[in-house]
């Protein structure tokens, strides 16, 4: 599977499977083949345990790795954070449902206020409050650890599958435009809630169900360009479907 979530299934132990779904969401953006070839760099300095490699705290093997915008310091510094909320906390999902209150985005970023204060570090990873942010790489990684199935762990309990909102990326933004889920210009927050909620019309208690085969099938697999033409009857899925313009 061309995903980032098959890194997480490298794993057999709950409190790794975190760590990389961590990391595997937040550095997914760019080429798949792009992002793949640094997590692969990134898991191999890990060895059999991202947590116990994070807990450890010797990040020096990690000096020269980067990625796009995310230069060496700025993840030696995310791992010091990814520490730090092991200490405090234990791991991610104790240190969220510490803050959760019901509302995802506010734990977030009450988290980031515990983490950072006032402070700029580590924005793209822990984002500021924002009305209109979907914050696509966070809800990524909710799914997997919320929803339970073949593909997602599902080791979150304390959040309802109900709660999350899709991880707006390029083409489930291009599959609702297409679809009619959402009239937004751009991708938004907003256009994330309007597609969640259209989704929630096939599978109320579970809206999220549909998000990987959307991406990969719809989205890339039919090379979904968020209008609709005559070729979208022969290569995609969703053409005629109830629910769609």
Known sequence: MNDPVVFIRRYREDHDREIAGFLASQFAYGKIETFRTFLEKLFALMGESPFSFIKAGDFSGV????????KDKDIVLLL?????IIDEFGNIGAMLRYFYRGDIRE????????LFRNGNELTFFFPKPSSTNPMKRWSLYL?????KDAIDIGIWGFIDKRALIVPLDTHIFKIGRCAGWTQQKTQSYKAACEITDAL?????DDPLKYDLFLCHAIGIGAGCTGQRTSACKDRCLLYGTTGTR
């Open 63 to 70: 000096r020269g790795l980067y990625y796009r915008f995310q």
């Open 80 to 84: 010091e954070t990814l520490q730090r």
């Open 107 to 114: 734990a977030l970023w009450a988290a980031r206020e515990h």
């Open 143 to 147: 799914r997997w650890m919320v929803r």
């Open 200 to 204: 929630k019309r096939f599978s109320p």
